[in-house]
């Protein structure tokens, strides 16, 4: 693993945004859970619970490693979910997507805990 790390741009459902340092080899739904944002992620990045999910901007749903079979079948489990949505814990910091910006759906976020992280 290397020292270099990377930037991570949160969208907050209240409209705010947190950018976040990561090292590279970390799955992004960790970073955001290291950092206290308030996502639930169940299942802790086994991709069995879907409550990691994102939407991604339109400019960065290529540049993201496609979602496998996997996480395509936990993304069909959730009513809200188009082709822009991803469960975070399934993309790996690394410096192809540097300056990543991510949606935090709200169905994935612990509304008690919202407040805190703003
Ligand atoms: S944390 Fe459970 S599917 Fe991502």
Known sequence: ????????????????????????GYRVM??????GLPIKAECGGACACATCHVRLPDEWVDRVIPALDEEM???????????????????????????LVVKLEPDSIHEQELEIAS
């Not at 079948?73 to 814990?89: F, G, M, Q, T, V």
């Open 1 to 24: 693993m290397s020292d270099a790390t990377i930037s991570i741009h949160v969208d907050l459902p209240d409209g705010s945004r947190r950018t976040l340092e990561a090292p590279e």
């Open 30 to 35: 960790e970073v955001l859970r290291d950092y």
């Open 73 to 99: 079948d936990k993304l069909d489990e959730i009513p809200s979910a188009d082709d822009n949505s991803r469960l975070c814990c399934q993309i790996l910091t690394d410096q192809a997507i540097d300056g």
